[in-house]
């Protein structure tokens, strides 16, 4: 079994055996070469052989929707890719009713910006990179249509997967042996309808696990969230356990048990318990580089004044605690606490190395907000350090998309990438930033301030 922690790094070692497809509707099974599990290997003192990877066209695609219900299977051809570590990102340009979305990549070593797909009048989200940093697959939403839609990182074979004529595709994981796509949905009106698994060899999509039901009077649907996977048949779930409630609670979710599955069927791992004082859940998980354990942060969370029901956060801050324990559940062991540090995001970047989001704020009494910023830890608490520092009115995030080691840190673990928006006036600056792992000053690679958005999508090479 890959751990989707490490698989882009054994591709590194051993190289990839690639996927080929041709065209194809829902449920037809293309032609497939499937990587081959490098923990299994036999132990050699022989430096493995990289083979040569050669560009090959992407045979023709679809980018209409297939019929209602139905989806398509992934149509592939290996990218050969270059040494340079690339950025890719999305802006979102805001022009009148409509919106454009781009989805570019920098290379660090050339300065040069790349657009890899633009989409005229569509919002893209969801965007993240694939194991093999040659794919992209993101959502696209024109009105209250949302496609699942992947392209090369050439911007070679554009085409759509899935879509849902009016509602939303949210928490996309691409699974790290690319075989399969986990997300949310939701319909109008009738809110969620569930958490789907969509098999990217065969097309095949199924519903995953189906929605609780709140019971009489009102009969509200509700499911969990995807946060990320554990590996390439389970990843894990933030949920509540009322309708109308925050998420306070994180399982984890098995796919290999088949479809149709319930809410109670997820295995929990963690509920954050509250008090008097800290009554709101505020807390973040990640599963650890080499997928044996699970790293939970709890901040102190308060709820927005005069709110009532899931409401939302009003403050958060110290102190912070993180733990870690067996991946799917056991004993937690605290590894860290901060008595001045809200931790809002922790994140797995290496076997040895946490990348953590601190953001103190409040909307119910005065907080300090100075050690705001983006700090490295060792994975056993050790060596907090302070990488950056945020600027007065400036909001630092990581990326916002998805959880994998190279959506935040370069494919040589070298840097990693930040964003930052700034309020205070209008329009809002977005700011993307890169820096190094070891410290040192970060270096702005896109700014605007006119109403655009960019966000931070991931690391390839190219």
Not at 54 to 74: H, I, L, M, Y
Not at 165 to 186: C, K, M, P, R, Y
Request: hydrophobic share 35%; glycine share 8%.
């Amino acid at each position: 079994m890959y751990s989707p922690r490490t698989f882009r790094y054994s591709f590194i070692l051993t190289g990839l055996l690639f996927l080929f497809a041709s065209c194809s509707t829902g449920g037809s099974l293309p032609p497939t070469t499937t990587p081959t599990d490098s923990s299994t290997a036999p132990a050699t003192n022989t430096p493995p052989v990289t083979p040569t990877v050669t560009t090959v066209a992407v045979p023709p695609t679809q980018t209409s929707c297939p019929a209602a219900g139905t989806a398509r299977a992934w149509i592939t051809a290996p990218l050969a890719l270059g040494s340079h570590q690339n950025i890719v990102y999305l802006v979102s340009e805001h022009q009148g009713t409509g919106t454009t979305g781009t989805l570019k990549r920098y290379d660090l070593t050339s300065g040069n910006k790349t657009e890899i797909v633009k989409l005229p009048g569509v919002y893209i989200s969801e965007a993240q990179v694939s194991a093999d940093g040659q794919w992209l697959i993101f959502v696209s939403q024109v009105n209250l249509q949302s496609r699942l839609q992947m392209v090369r990182m050439d911007g070679q074979g554009l085409q759509t997967l899935f879509c849902i004529a009016s509602g939303s595709i949210t928490n996309v994981l691409l699974s790290a042996n690319e075989q399969s796509v986990l997300f949310n949905l939701s319909a109008a009106p009738q809110g969620p309808v569930g958490i789907y698994l969509l098999n990217l060899k065969t097309g095949m999509i199924q519903l995953e696990v189906k929605p609780s039901d709140s019971g009489a009077p009102l009969h509200m649907q509700f499911v969990g969230s995807l946060v990320t996977w554990l590996d390439n048949t389970r990843a894990y779930v933030r949920f509540a356990n009322f309708a109308i409630a925050p998420d306070d609670s994180l399982g984890l979710l098995d796919t290999s048990r088949g479809p149709n599955q319930k809410m109670s069927d997820i295995t929990p791992l963690f509920q954050q318990k509250f008090s008097p004082t800290f009554n709101y859940p505020c807390w973040d998980a990640d599963s650890s580089f080499d997928g044996s354990s699970l790293f939970i942060n709890q901040c102190s969370g308060i709820s927005a004044p005069n709110c009532s029901g899931s409401c939302v956060l009003g403050t958060r801050e110290g102190p912070s605690t993180i733990n870690t324990e067996p991946a799917s559940g056991g004993s937690p062991k605290t590894i860290l606490t901060s008595q001045t540090l809200g931790i809002a995001a922790v994140r797995a970047i290496s076997r040895g190395t946490l990348l953590l989001q601190v953001e103190n704020f409040s909307v119910n009494h005065p907080i300090d907000p100075s050690q705001n910023g983006i700090w490295r830890v060792n994975t056993d608490g050790t060596n907090l350090t302070r990488l950056t520092t945020e600027a007065k009115g400036t909001t630092t995030s990581l990326c916002q998309f998805s959880q994998n080691p190279w959506s935040n840190v370069s494919r040589d673990a070298t840097r990693y990438a930040f964003q930052t928006l700034t309020r205070g006036s209008y329009p809002e600056t977005y700011t993307l930033y890169t820096a190094s792992l070891n410290g040192g000053a970060p270096q702005s690679f896109a700014s605007i301030a006119d109403g655009t958005q960019l966000s931070l999508v991931g690391w390839t090479t190219m």
